[in-house]
């Protein structure tokens, strides 16, 4: 199967006194050209990360393609020419932070500000990052797969910190409205709860089902 479906759940209101379950129905389609790796809303326009190299963009309102994020091929072992994969995408203030795959265990990091994609992790940085997400306009924090959260300054060109959570692969990554703390999770099924600014742990939320 090349395309996926994303469903997105609008207008979903339950009575107080529900009792029994109520079906729920999903307010329109959005169909990207590839799988679907991680998506988010900025406003009314909704940003996807795909497989087919590039993060679309939609018109909430409209329901319609209004832009793409274009990223170059990458030449494989095969010497032949493929989409790198969109893993992580997020929005802050105009910019798009993009992570993507290469033909290395290693990952990118991009930044795009509407005119200027700039690589802001390169291969030879040899981090293999998962997911990245805004902490102001000028930080972003991101995970890697040996589940270390390392927190970069843009503007600066360095990381703040770089902290390893535990030994379990990192899974996934969800700030506060305010940005001041962090959950992520692993593998292991614990749940971290952690200060951005410092990556101290808060507390801990043992593993319920893995």
Same mark, same amino acid.
């Given at each position: 199967? !090349? =395309?996926?479906?994303?469903?997105?759940?609008?207008?979903?209101?339950?009575? +107080?006194?529900?009792?029994? +379950? $109520?079906e729920i129905k999903p307010s329109f389609f959005i169909e990207s050209k590839g799988l679907v790796h991680d998506f988010v809303i900025d406003?009314?326009?909704?940003?996807?990360?795909?497989?087919?190299? *590039?993060? &679309?963009?939609?018109?909430?309102?409209? =329901?319609?393609?209004?832009?793409? @994020?274009?990223? #170059?091929?990458?030449?494989?072992?095969?010497?032949? /020419?493929? !989409?790198? $994969? @969109?893993?992580?995408?997020?929005? %802050? !203030?105009? =910019?798009?932070?993009?992570?993507?795959?290469? !033909?290395?265990?290693?990952?990118?990091? /991009?930044?795009?500000?509407?005119?200027?994609?700039?690589?802001?992790?390169?291969?030879?940085?040899?981090?293999?990052?998962?997911?990245?997400?805004?902490?102001?306009?000028?930080?972003?924090?991101?995970?890697? %797969?040996?589940?270390?959260? @390392?927190?970069?300054? @843009?503007?600066?060109?360095?990381? *703040?910190?770089?902290?390893?959570?535990?030994?379990?692969?990192? &899974? #996934?990554?969800?700030?506060?409205?305010?940005?001041?703390?962090?959950?992520?999770? *692993?593998?292991?099924?614990?749940?971290? %709860?952690? &200060?951005?600014?410092?990556? =101290?742990?808060?507390? $801990?939320?043992?593993?319920?089902?893995?």
């Open positions: 199967m !090349n =395309k996926l479906l994303l469903i997105i759940y609008l207008l979903m209101f339950f009575t +107080a006194n529900m009792i029994s +379950a $109520k406003g009314q326009q909704l940003y996807v990360a795909n497989d087919e190299g *590039s993060v &679309e963009v939609f018109d909430l309102l409209t =329901k319609k393609k209004v832009d793409e @994020i274009f990223l #170059d091929p990458i030449f494989t072992t095969k010497l032949e /020419w493929q !989409n790198v $994969k @969109i893993l992580s995408v997020d929005r %802050l !203030n105009g =910019k798009t932070l993009i992570v993507s795959s290469t !033909n290395t265990p290693y990952r990118e990091v /991009w930044l795009y500000d509407g005119v200027i994609l700039k690589q802001i992790v390169k291969v030879e940085d040899r981090i293999s990052v998962k997911e990245a997400r805004f902490v102001a306009e000028d930080k972003f924090i991101y995970g890697s %797969l040996s589940y270390e959260m @390392i927190l970069y300054n @843009i503007g600066d060109d360095y990381n *703040s910190y770089k902290k390893q959570v535990e030994q379990s692969s990192f &899974e #996934d990554l969800e700030l506060s409205v305010d940005k001041k703390t962090m959950v992520t999770s *692993s593998e292991s099924g614990e749940i971290v %709860l952690s &200060e951005v600014s410092t990556g =101290k742990i808060i507390k $801990k939320f043992p593993p319920l089902n893995l």
